[in-house]
């Protein structure tokens, strides 16, 4: 079992930046994908950005491609999403995910464990 704790949510202006962080125990997640998904109030889970095990492959939505950027330590048992330039509309609860396959996942479903959010609001 992978139990996954983030941190680093709050409450930014438009255009500010704020960093995420996904602390990961119980495993060692050297060897799976990890992802950040968003839930805004009313809205679907949606993907945002997904790394491979070594970090050398990423993947983002294009709404946040440019101004978002993920990373991790595998030897810190961590994965980070540095988000700069933020608008209103980024608001959500954001979730770290981690699959246990060494590639990257676009797709919600293939994530077997997920932690329990952290908030981020971005106010105009």
């Known amino acids: 079992q992978v139990q996954l704790a983030e941190s680093g949510g709050g409450l930014v202006q438009a255009g500010g930046s704020l960093r995420l962080s996904c602390a990961a125990s119980?495993?060692?997640?050297?060897?799976?994908?990890m992802g950040w998904f968003r839930q805004a109030p009313g809205k679907e889970r949606e993907f945002v950005a997904t790394i491979n095990w070594s970090g050398s492959s990423t993947y983002y939505a294009d709404s946040v491609k440019g101004r978002f950027t993920i990373s991790r330590d595998n030897a810190k048992n961590t994965v980070s999403l540095q988000m700069n330039s933020l608008k209103p509309e980024d608001s959500a609860v954001y979730y770290c995910a981690a699959r246990s396959d060494i590639a990257y996942s676009t797709r919600s479903g293939s994530y077997d464990y997920w932690g329990q959010g952290t908030q981020v609001t971005v106010s105009s």
């Open positions: 119980g495993r060692r997640i050297s060897t799976y994908g």
